[in-house]
């Protein structure tokens, strides 16, 4: 497989010139937390139609598509990828097919349900697989849309960091949810070239960080991974295709526990009133934990779409 390449920040003002029919330039706010240990802001990527950033990449690649769309569109995520794909899919009254793994949350599986896209469910190392290979045989006719690395998908990510530096021109590090390393690319390709003293760091969760292990062993490893509420990043390994362009672009991996993470997501609702789901709450986490530094810290609250049972478990001081 052919590795991964980071947009160029011309790439990622294209982008935002596609998406602007499609994504909201979202809002970045202060984390009402007196006493943190860093002047801390929320990115609020939650507010997306969709409830997540995915309708950025997904409106980027869709519309370099052209006619092949005709045909129909397929990815393969676990929820939130899904939703901006199918969102993006009906826009364009095109056929649309996602690929799930089976622990995908019913919450997301019902969005994309009502979005119209078909959902077809295989075991999470199948599913994978289809990340990995780029392709599932019985869909090879339709685009696929890759969810981590195709180039016009992490261009689209990418215009989250423009607005962030155009919104917070003095900010020190940007904390982003690692799942496959394309939103975390993307992000720290705009914020490096617009900032290049800023640092970027990839959040991941203690049940599943494989981006941190293979810091740790200098190459993509297996690492553990264990189903958790943070449902909307993690896997058993860093892409290969993405190893080259993860390790070079960021500055590291913040790992947080459950319960730091339930504390987080707790925290934005109680303080901002910001619904965020797991994969969010380890951005938030990190940055209360001081691992991201103690000066103007951005946290992207990627998505929103939390089951309301694991929500309400959250609120009232537990760990789903």
């Known amino acids: 497989m052919t590795a991964a390449a980071a947009p160029s920040l011309d790439d990622v003002r294209a982008a935002a010139e596609r998406i602007a029919g499609s994504a909201i330039r979202t809002p970045l706010v202060r984390l009402g937390l007196d006493g943190a240990p860093a002047e801390i802001y929320l990115k609020l990527e939650c507010l997306q139609p969709i409830g997540s950033f995915k309708i950025r990449g997904a409106a980027s690649a869709m519309s370099l598509a052209g006619d092949a769309l005709r045909a129909g569109v397929y990815t393969a995520s676990a929820g939130n990828m899904a939703q901006g794909v199918a969102w993006e899919a009906r826009r364009r009254s095109v056929p649309c097919t996602v690929v799930v793994p089976d622990t995908a949350p019913q919450t997301k599986l019902a969005a994309i349900e009502r979005l119209g896209a078909q959902i077809v469910e295989r075991s999470f190392d199948e599913w994978w697989d289809v990340i990995a290979t780029h392709r599932f045989e019985a869909l090879s006719d339709r685009v696929f849309v890759h969810p981590v690395s195709d180039p016009a998908v992490m261009a689209g990510n990418g215009t989250i960091g423009l607005e962030i530096v155009e919104d917070l021109p003095e900010v020190d590090a940007v904390v982003v949810p690692y799942?496959?390393?394309?939103?975390?690319?993307?992000?720290?390709?705009?914020?490096?070239?617009?900032?290049?003293?800023?640092?970027?760091?990839?959040?991941?969760?203690?049940?599943?960080?494989?981006?941190?292990?293979?810091?740790?062993?200098?190459?993509?490893?297996?690492?553990?991974?264990t189903p958790s509420f943070v449902d909307g990043i993690g896997s058993r390994r860093v892409l290969d295709e993405m190893w080259?362009?993860?390790?070079?672009?960021?500055?590291?991996?913040?790992?947080?526990?459950?319960?730091?993470?339930?504390?987080?997501?707790?925290?934005?609702?109680?303080?901002?009133?910001?619904?965020?789901?797991?994969?969010?709450?380890?951005?938030?986490?990190?940055?209360?934990?001081?691992?991201?530094?103690?000066?103007?810290?951005?946290?992207?609250?990627?998505?929103?779409?939390?089951?309301?049972?694991?929500?309400?478990?959250?609120?009232?001081?537990?760990?789903p």
């Open 179 to 225: 799942g496959g390393g394309g939103l975390s690319t993307g992000i720290a390709s705009a914020v490096k070239a617009l900032r290049p003293q800023a640092k970027v760091f990839a959040s991941e969760s203690e049940t599943s960080a494989p981006f941190a292990a293979a810091l740790a062993a200098g190459l993509p490893v297996e690492a553990p991974y």
């Open 244 to 319: 080259p362009v993860v390790s070079s672009l960021l500055d590291g991996s913040l790992v947080a526990s459950l319960k730091d993470t339930a504390g987080a997501v707790a925290l934005t609702a109680e303080r901002n009133r910001v619904i965020a789901e797991g994969a969010a709450g380890t951005a938030v986490a990190a940055a209360l934990s001081g691992q991201a530094g103690t000066g103007t810290v951005v946290c992207v609250v990627s998505g929103g779409n939390i089951d309301a049972s694991k929500l309400s478990t959250i609120l009232a001081g537990g760990v």
